[in-house]
């Protein structure tokens, strides 16, 4: 018998208590099962060993009883958030890796295949597993304000393995579980609302969360005495089901690149569940989740997570944060796309008066229309009430004179990339802001410490790095300058927090973490070029990583005179392991701004004006060479900025991939992906991380 306490020692165990309740019109009780943690809604409700056990017996006590129908509900504002994956890493041999898998099925099909109808009140959040619990009762019904509602496995490398890529097609159809299954989850994980689930059918009927429990419980009676039909959709097992494997095939292969090998199966059990075979499907579930939890992906996907989840929550090195001063006005230099979106970003999050302002009356005019805009947007979708549409566009104004900053308690600035330009921009605000107000600057490369140099207060200077688009990348890089203080730093960190994005520590080094990195990797890919590789083996080389976007593509997104600034800034630092290309300035100065194009026939082809400019030598490189190169780069600058002290571990550099380059979960940034496949020791003798983290056990 398989001890899984040992192996599960911190599991937060679920319980799940069995009620026998007396409903008006039901004849015979019915059996309300609740699902709870004993913990307030900031913890959820998970299921490791301990938690399905306790449900198993749950069960038991409820069909003992030989109600009239069985429910499963969850504690206030959680129906429940799927597997407690706390103690996958210390599994080490198949068998207990198998036997987690079968459990799952185990229990939950009991609900599958109950005589008696079972129902589940999906309450509040229900992700992964807890949709899956969900998904094998009989009828759902769902809270207006349930939130989170999602299968997130595919973003981290894994799949539904309790059910969900069996029970989910053959419920709502193989389209729209391929959308909920894989496509949401590979596009930023995303999650879907109660209304939204209703319309695609994943639940019956959606309540008013105010009187939830007491509404189901009567929508329950109605579907036990036979007054209410639940009708389903009838499933089409032919071309239709043809087309959506096409379609989760494309959909894979351009997010992943076949990188992750979890998702991929993932395609494979959908295409399965076509025979709606529930003993075939969960044995072929239960042998893939086996081999997921059984590899290297999992363990870096689970290791992304954790440091999503945990690292991010609690920033390596940041101040008490006892020590941050209030906010209760921000300023805004700039009145471009960026400072746009930061302003807009400080009003939604802080709700407290936000100025903008920039050389002319023209271009500030045109800031606090494109704010306006946006909150419009936003209330357009539904995401804003009337009343908070007008009070976010009353708090964002406009001023010529930085006089306006006066009473900010916190300014940042978003113009021209340029030392000298930044540095006038912080003299000019010294003058008028109080000595505490914090400085900030979103410079992508430059240094915060000769930025704050010439300033009679430079310890209130912060870096304050945002990734593009800010609405969607989480990553906030927030710099140290020599001489800022511990104040202004905890106080960079509270506003962090508050703009709900997730903040790292970084020394005030060229380029910092993520556009340092992207540099010396990109500049390897551009040299390649140089020297006479084609732009299609060069732009391919990676693909095995499965990362979001070649690097062709990337320089495309980022802008070739940005990068090509950022690659100055690199170049002047550390002009031995980042080249300037001739070619690549060459690109910029024509004004092209991408690589591929499209040829009549709308293949992507190189376009032939870059070809012509670009003046390649004869000494091309294979795509193995590429890649060889492009990695061993990585692992060395990597090495590096650790030894320099640019973040605390090799743990801030994953997140900082993960959160402001997009890098795959399942890859756990990069580290980890560098050290299962031999780069780190062949280029610094020793791994990043011990075996065992983002790994199997050794």
Same mark, same amino acid.
């Given at each position: 018998?398989?001890?899984?306490?040992?192996?599960?020692?911190?599991?937060?165990?679920?319980?799940?208590?069995?009620?026998?309740?007396?409903?008006?019109?039901?004849?015979?009780?019915?059996?309300?099962?609740?699902?709870?943690?004993?913990?307030?809604?900031?913890?959820?409700?998970?299921?490791?060993?301990?938690?399905?056990?306790?449900?198993?017996?749950?069960?038991?006590?409820?069909?003992?009883?030989?109600?009239?129908?069985?429910?499963?509900?969850?504690?206030?504002?959680?129906?429940?958030?799927?597997?407690?994956?706390?103690?996958?890493?210390?599994?080490?041999?198949?068998?207990?890796?198998?036997?987690?898998?079968?459990?799952?099925?185990?229990?939950?099909?009991?609900?599958?295949?109950?005589?008696?109808?079972?129902?589940?009140?999906?309450?509040?959040?229900?992700?992964?597993?807890?949709?899956?619990?969900?998904? %094998?009762?009989?009828?759902?019904?769902?809270?207006?304000?349930?939130?989170?509602?999602?299968?997130?496995?595919?973003?981290?490398?894994?799949?539904?393995?309790?059910?969900?890529?069996?029970?989910?097609?053959?419920?709502?159809?193989?389209?729209?579980?391929?959308?909920?299954?894989?496509?949401?989850?590979?596009?930023?994980?995303?999650?879907?609302?109660?209304?939204?689930?209703?319309?695609?059918?994943?639940?019956?009927?959606?309540?008013?969360?105010?009187?939830?429990?007491?509404?189901?419980?009567?929508?329950?009676?109605?579907?036990?005495?036979?007054?209410?039909?639940?009708?389903?959709?009838?499933?089409?097992?032919?071309?239709?089901?043809?087309?959506?494997?096409?379609?989760?095939?494309?959909?894979?292969?351009?997010?992943?690149?076949?990188?992750?090998?979890?998702?991929?199966?993932?395609?494979?059990?959908?295409?399965?569940?076509?025979?709606?075979?529930?003993?075939?499907?969960?044995?072929?579930?239960?042998?893939?989740?086996?081999?997921?939890?059984?590899?290297?992906?999992?363990?870096?996907?689970?290791? +992304?997570?954790?440091?999503?989840?945990?690292?991010?929550?609690?920033?390596?090195?940041?101040?008490?944060?006892?020590?941050?001063?209030?906010?209760?006005?921000?300023?805004?230099?700039?009145?471009?796309?960026?400072?746009?979106?930061?302003?807009?970003?400080?009003?939604?999050?802080?709700?407290?008066?936000?100025?903008?302002?920039?050389?002319?009356?023209?271009?500030?005019?045109?800031?606090?229309?494109?704010?306006?805009?946006?909150?419009?947007?936003?209330?357009?979708?539904?995401?804003?009430?009337?009343?908070?549409?007008?009070?976010?566009?009353?708090?964002?104004?406009?001023?010529?004179?930085?006089?306006?900053?006066?009473?900010?308690?916190?300014?940042?600035?978003?113009?021209?990339?340029?030392?000298?330009?930044?540095?006038?921009?912080?003299?000019?605000?010294?003058?008028?802001?109080?000595?505490?107000?914090?400085?900030?600057?979103?410079? %992508?490369?430059?240094?915060?410490?000769?930025?704050?140099?010439?300033?009679?207060?430079?310890?209130?200077?912060?870096?304050?790095?945002?990734?593009?688009?800010?609405?969607?990348?989480?990553?906030?890089?927030?710099?140290?300058?020599?001489?800022?203080?511990?104040?202004?730093?905890?106080?960079?960190?509270?506003?962090?927090?508050?703009?709900?994005? +997730? %903040?790292?520590?970084?020394?005030?080094?060229?380029?910092?973490?993520?556009?340092?990195?992207?540099?010396?990797?990109?500049?390897?890919?551009?040299?390649?070029?140089?020297?006479?590789?084609?732009?299609?083996?060069?732009?391919?080389?990676?693909?095995?990583?499965?990362?979001?976007?070649?690097?062709?593509?990337?320089?495309?997104?980022?802008?070739?005179?940005?990068?090509?600034?950022?690659?100055?800034?690199?170049?002047?630092?550390?002009?031995?392991?980042?080249?300037?290309?001739?070619?690549?300035?060459?690109?910029?100065?024509?004004?092209?701004?991408?690589?591929?194009?499209?040829?009549?026939?709308?293949?992507?082809?190189?376009?032939?004006?870059?070809?012509?400019?670009?003046?390649?030598?004869?000494?091309?490189?294979?795509?193995?060479?590429?890649?060889?190169?492009?990695?061993?780069?990585?692992?060395?600058?990597?090495?590096?900025?650790?030894?320099?002290?640019?973040?605390?571990?090799?743990?801030?550099?994953?997140?900082?991939?993960?959160?402001?380059?997009?890098?795959?979960?399942?890859?756990?940034?990069?580290?980890?992906?560098?050290?299962?496949?031999?780069?780190?020791?062949?280029?610094?003798?020793?791994?990043?991380?011990?075996?065992?983290?983002?790994?199997?056990?050794?």
């Amino acid at each position: 018998m398989t001890d899984f306490a040992a192996l599960f020692p911190d599991e937060v165990v679920t319980k799940a208590f069995t009620r026998l309740v007396d409903v008006p019109g039901l004849t015979g009780k019915l059996a309300l099962i609740t699902i709870d943690n004993g913990h307030d809604h900031t913890k959820p409700s998970t299921f490791g060993p301990g938690g399905l056990s306790s449900l198993n017996a749950a069960l038991d006590e409820a069909f003992a009883a030989e109600p009239a129908a069985i429910a499963v509900t969850g504690k206030p504002f959680v129906f429940a958030v799927g597997a407690d994956l706390t103690g996958v890493g210390q599994v080490s041999q198949r068998e207990h890796a198998q036997a987690i898998a079968q459990t799952g099925h185990d229990v939950f099909r009991r609900l599958t295949e109950s005589t008696i109808p079972t129902f589940a009140f999906v309450n509040g959040a229900a992700l992964g597993g807890g949709l899956e619990l969900a998904l %094998s009762c009989h009828y759902r019904t769902v809270a207006s304000n349930a939130g989170a509602i999602a299968f997130p496995e595919c973003y981290l490398g894994l799949f539904p393995g309790w059910g969900g890529t069996q029970l989910l097609p053959n419920l709502i159809g193989p389209d729209a579980a391929v959308t909920v299954i894989i496509e949401n989850a590979l596009s930023q994980n995303k999650m879907l609302n109660p209304k939204k689930g209703l319309q695609l059918g994943i639940f019956d009927e959606l309540l008013e969360g105010a009187d939830f429990l007491e509404e189901s419980l009567r929508w329950l009676v109605r579907v036990v005495n036979g007054d209410k039909t639940v009708e389903r959709p009838e499933i089409d097992r032919g071309k239709g089901w043809d087309d959506a494997v096409a379609r989760a095939k494309q959909v894979v292969e351009s997010k992943t690149k076949g990188a992750s090998p979890a998702v991929t199966k993932t395609v494979e059990l959908i295409e399965l569940a076509r025979n709606n075979d529930i003993d075939a499907g969960y044995a072929a579930e239960t042998e893939a989740l086996t081999d997921a939890l059984m590899s290297d992906e999992l363990r870096a996907g689970l290791y +992304s997570f954790d440091l999503a989840q945990k690292r991010a929550k609690r920033p390596a090195g940041a101040p008490d944060k006892g020590l941050a001063r209030p906010v209760n006005k921000v300023g805004v230099v700039g009145a471009g796309l960026m400072a746009g979106q930061l302003a807009l970003l400080f009003v939604r999050r802080l709700q407290v008066p936000v100025v903008i302002t920039d050389i002319d009356q023209e271009r500030i005019d045109k800031g606090v229309a494109y704010i306006h805009g946006e909150i419009d947007k936003l209330a357009g979708k539904g995401r804003l009430s009337p009343d908070a549409t007008n009070r976010l566009k009353a708090l964002v104004t406009g001023e010529l004179d930085k006089k306006a900053f006066a009473d900010a308690d916190f300014v940042i600035e978003a113009v021209f990339e340029e030392m000298t330009v930044k540095q006038k921009v912080f003299a000019e605000l010294e003058e008028h802001v109080s000595p505490e107000a914090i400085l900030a600057t979103n410079t %992508s490369s430059l240094s915060i410490t000769e930025m704050a140099s010439k300033l009679k207060n430079p310890e209130r200077v912060v870096g304050f790095h945002f990734f593009n688009p800010v609405a969607v990348l989480p990553l906030l890089e927030i710099v140290r300058g020599e001489k800022t203080d511990d104040a202004s730093l905890a106080t960079a960190f509270a506003v962090g927090k508050k703009l709900k994005k +997730s %903040s790292v520590l970084v020394k005030d080094a060229p380029a910092f973490v993520v556009n340092r990195l992207l540099t010396r990797f990109m500049g390897e890919i551009i040299a390649a070029v140089d020297e006479g590789t084609p732009f299609e083996v060069a732009d391919n080389a990676l693909e095995e990583l499965g990362l979001p976007m070649s690097p062709m593509v990337l320089l495309q997104l980022v802008g070739p005179a940005v990068a090509q600034h950022v690659n100055g800034t690199m170049n002047a630092a550390f002009p031995d392991r980042f080249g300037i290309s001739e070619n690549l300035q060459r690109f910029v100065d024509e004004g092209k701004t991408a690589v591929w194009t499209f040829d009549e026939s709308g293949n992507t082809v190189v376009d032939p004006e870059v070809a012509e400019l670009w003046k390649s030598g004869d000494k091309p490189s294979t795509s193995e060479e590429v890649r060889d190169r492009a990695l061993n780069a990585l692992a060395e600058e990597i090495r590096i900025m650790l030894d320099e002290g640019v973040v605390a571990e090799a743990q801030d550099i994953d997140l900082c991939m993960l959160l402001g380059a997009g890098w795959p979960f399942w890859l756990g940034g990069i580290t980890p992906f560098l050290d299962r496949s031999g780069v780190s020791e062949k280029v610094n003798g020793k791994r990043f991380l011990a075996p065992g983290v983002a790994s199997l056990p050794a």
